[in-house]
Structure formats: C-alpha cells, structure tokens
C-alpha cells in the first residue's frame, strides 16, 4: 500500500503546497489575535503559530478529509469482492489507510513545518522522549481518524450516497479537532465539551504532545478512543453485512 | 434572439434533470445541504471565538468582521453554485467524458456548469445571507444611496471574482491533471482569506493578495464602505476598482478555458 500512494508524487506536493499556504493563513490570523495578548488558554503566540503548522503538516497525512475508497465501493459495488476476500473486513481497510499514513506522513508534514519554522519562530520539541511521544501520538491519531471516517463509510451501506455524511464528518472533526482555532482558545464550556469528544485526538492531542504539554496519559486518551471506535465500527459493519444489498450486476 | 431563448431551455432542462436526480437520494441530499450549512457556521463560530479574546482584530470590530466573512461567503457560495462544476473538469478529461461535452452543439463551460449543477451547494449560502442581513443591520455606517448600491456590487463582482478563479483553476486541468489540489489553494485558501480582515497577512502574502487578486473581492469594497485605512492605498477608487478587476479575471478565465479547451487531447479508449 505504500508504494501504491508513493506513485502518486504530483498529489503529495500539491498537498504539501496547500498544506503551507493555509498554515500561513492561519499563523497570521492567529498572530493578529496575539497583539493584545501574551498568552491565550495557557499557549503563547509561538505556540499558538506551531500549532499551526504543525496541524497543518500533519492533517492531511491523517487524513481527516479523506474520503475511505470504501465509500465508493460501497456506492458502485465493489465492495461485494472486498467481501469475500479471506481477511478481516475492518483490518483490510486500516491497513490501506494505514500505507497512505506511512507515505504520506514523511513526506507531506514536514514541509508546512519547515517553510514555518523559515518565517516564524517554532517551538520544536527539546527530548528525543518527546519526539517520540509525538511520534506515537501521530499514529494514534491516524488510528482514531480511521475509526471515524470507517464508522462515517459505513453510513453508505444505509443511504448509498455518504457524500454528505463525509463532509460533515469532515467539519466536525476539523472544528472540535482544533484545526481552525485550536481547542485551547475556546470558551471553558466549549473547551469542556471538546474535552469529551473522540475528535480532539485526531490534531488537538499530538500538537499538545508536540508542544511539550501532553504526555503519556493523551496517548492512553487516544489509545483509548482508538479502541472504543475500532470496536464501534467493526459492530457496525457486523450489521451492515446483514443487510448488505449489492448495487449493479 | 430566439436562439438564446432555445438555449436557456436547454440549460433548464439539463439542470432540471440534475435536480430531479438529486432528490433521487433525499437523504443525502439533505445530509449535505445540512453539512454545507454547518460547515459554513463553524467556520464563523471561529471567528466569534477569537472575537472573545481580542475587542478588535487587526483594526476591525466584530460586526464588521462579520460583514467581511458575509460578504466572502456569500460570494464564495454563489460562485460555487454557478460555476463551482469547472473545477471537476479535470474527472471529466481523466475519463474521457470530456468528448461527451465537446459533440454537444452547446458551450463547454455551460454544459459542466448544467451537467454537474448541484442544489445541495446552497446550504452554503443560507447562514452568510442571515449573517450577511445582522451584519448589514449593526455596522455603523451611514447609508447614503451610493453606500447602499456598493453592496449589490460588491456581492456580484466578489462572486465573479471566485468565479474567474474556479475557471482558472479548471482550465488549468487542460495541460495537467493534478493541478487541482494546488488550484483549490486559490479557490479554498481564497475563500478563508477573505473571511478575514486582510491587515492580518504582513509580508509577502500582502502583495499575493492583492495580484491573485483576493484582496479586490470583499475587503477593498468592505473598507471603502466602512471607512477602514487598507494598505492598497486605493482609498475611495475601491468600489469601482473591483468590478474593473473583476472584469478582467473574467475575461481572462474565459480565454484561458478556450485556449484549454483548443489544447485538448482525448484520453481516448
């Protein structure tokens, strides 16, 4: 599977150039917000910035706009081989997201982060022990980003056409993520609900790592979250099988 | 004259037809309308929050930060709707449907814009145009007649301006197919950029705003209307300037997308 998404080099760059552009945009906003204040939910300006390009580096990588090939599968029928391949159903589809990940992951995020780091002042991890912690909590995230967008394809084997379930799994992820406004700058309430929720895991927990202000316990959250939505999405399926009505002949 | 009539027919039945098949999956039709419209109030549920931390951001009130993020939105929105469909030309050419467009006695860019027409796109319209309304209603600006006409304007030449950009963006395809992604870091990125008041960017993204010309779709205008310095230093030209600019990425998508068009090799198969 890696040499699969490794063919295609020409998405990669453009996904890293996309990937810089809107970290850009986001520091600036964010730098904007930092004139009238030293420190915002316990993150300073730099902080805030490395969140930035950061999430930026890693987030396409983790996929959580992603739409899982499953979900056209599901759609044009496909899916009926993939069915009666000898491999577990929900293991089959991580290991493909899992290839794209282990491409992906080197080669798209460091570029946001390093044209960051040439403009803004970064705070990059100090400890190898951090590097990787953030290194764990990445995977985690990619993991817990699966869980999702697995249990959202699923979706499709109910109302054929998921395009909007996607989507809308998307934003959610992307708003109580952090990606747009990171989850420290909300209101405690807000902040609170956030806490409570799978999305968090996906960006606002490994940048935390990678800043310093998480440890091992956001990898047992994560590691947590991962299970509760793999266990979650191989229910699912279980019932979707029984169901399962196969488009086209 | 009769001509165009017939051909306005057409193109209402061809979008007709997308419609009718749209209802064909109601729920997800409406999974999508509601994602749209959610997807357009997080993104101002951002704006409000950073709004509770600063009283201005870069110069501009919340009111009329929400006026610019009405404003972006609502042209983004429309321009989606209207020609949104160019930026999948590059499916089109991958597949070899594009012959399909190229035998058909009507123009190439109208037959995506009918063929792929998607009424879910308007839930990205609904929540601008309310917050479009409230941000018009507590700006404090003083309505003279010409105030009050700049707004229409703004609004047509903001959404001709993404739509030039979507062209671009597709017509691009044409020569290489995956261009898109880094296409979409123009129309996406465009339309978060202008959500914000532009005195955020310093550097060298200033000058990218204003020769993209991002910078021409709602923060000039807005400016102009609200009294706000901007660092373009077209002062009282901007509302005028903006439908000129506007103009001229038009005409430039258009010759852009002929030239594409002329370019074309069939995938064949």
Same mark, same amino acid.
């Given at each position: 599977m890696f040499q699969r998404f490794s063919t295609y080099r020409g998405a990669t760059v453009a996904g890293a150039v996309i990937g810089t552009t809107f970290g850009f945009l986001r520091a600036y906003v964010l730098v904007a917000v930092y004139r009238h204040h030293e420190t915002i939910g316990s993150f300073d300006a730099v902080d805030a910035v490395t969140f930035t390009f950061v999430s930026q580096g890693f987030l396409p990588t983790i996929g959580i706009w992603g739409r899982l090939e499953l979900s056209d599968r599901i759609r044009s029928g496909d899916v009926a081989t993939d069915l009666y391949r000898p491999l577990h159903f929900q293991s089959y589809w991580l290991a493909q997201d899992l290839g794209r990940f282990a491409f992906e992951g080197l080669a798209r995020g460091m570029v946001p982060v390093a044209a960051g780091a040439l403009a803004f002042s970064l705070r990059f991890p100090t400890g190898r022990g951090t590097w990787a912690l953030f290194a764990i909590a990445l995977v985690l995230a990619e993991v817990v980003s699966f869980g999702l967008r697995y249990l959202v394809a699923l979706i499709g084997f109910w109302v054929l056409d998921n395009r909007g379930f996607v989507q809308f799994g998307g934003f959610l992820t992307q708003f109580f993520g952090g990606v747009? @406004?990171? @989850?420290? +700058? +909300?209101p405690a309430g807000l902040e609170g609900a956030c806490r409570l /929720? =799978? +999305?968090? !895991? #996906?960006v606002q927990l490994p940048v935390e790592v990678f800043l310093g202000r998480q440890g091992a316990g956001a990898l047992a959250l994560q590691a947590v979250w991962a299970a509760a939505l793999l266990v979650a999405g191989n229910a699912l399926a279980a019932r979707a099988m029984h169901k399962v009505v196969v488009q086209g002949g | 004259m009769g001509e165009v009539v017939a051909r306005a027919a057409i193109y209402r039945r061809l979008v007709g037809a997308r419609v009718r098949a749209e209802f064909q999956y109601r729920v997800s039709f409406a999974a999508t309308v509601v994602s749209q419209c959610a997807a357009t109030v997080l993104d101002m549920v951002a704006i409000v929050v950073l709004f509770t931390h600063v009283p201005v951001l870069a110069g501009w009130t919340l009111p009329e930060a929400l006026f610019l993020y009405a404003t972006s939105a609502v042209c983004f929105g429309l321009s989606d709707v209207l #020609? *949104? =469909? !160019? *930026?999948? @030309?590059n499916w089109f050419i991958k597949f070899g449907w594009f012959d399909r467009v190229l035998i058909r006695p009507l123009g190439t860019l109208g037959q995506l814009a009918c063929d792929e027409f998607a009424l879910r796109r308007i839930g990205k319209l609904i929540q601008p145009l309310v917050v479009l309304a409230i941000a018009l209603a507590t700006v404090p600006v003083d309505w003279t007649p010409l105030r009050v006409a700049a707004v229409p304007v703004l609004i047509a030449s903001g959404t001709a301006l993404f739509g030039g950009l979507w062209v671009l963006a597709g017509s691009a395809s044409f020569w290489t197919l995956e261009s898109q992604e880094v296409a979409h870091t123009f129309t996406y990125g465009g339309s978060y950029l202008t959500q914000?008041? /532009?005195? @955020?960017v310093s550097g060298w993204l200033r000058r990218v705003v204003v020769v993209v010309p991002? !910078? +021409? #779709?709602?923060y000039l205008p807005a400016a102009w209307l609200l009294g706000k310095p901007e660092f373009v230093g077209v002062g009282r030209w901007a509302p005028v300037l903006s439908p000129l600019v506007a103009g001229c990425v038009v005409a430039l998508a258009g010759l852009s997308w002929r030239t594409g068009v002329r370019h074309y090799r069939s995938t064949g198969s």
């Open positions: 747009i @406004v990171p @989850v420290s +700058f +909300f /929720l =799978p +999305f968090q !895991a #996906v | #020609v *949104g =469909p !160019a *930026g999948k @030309v914000y008041p /532009l005195d @955020v991002l !910078a +021409f #779709v709602n």
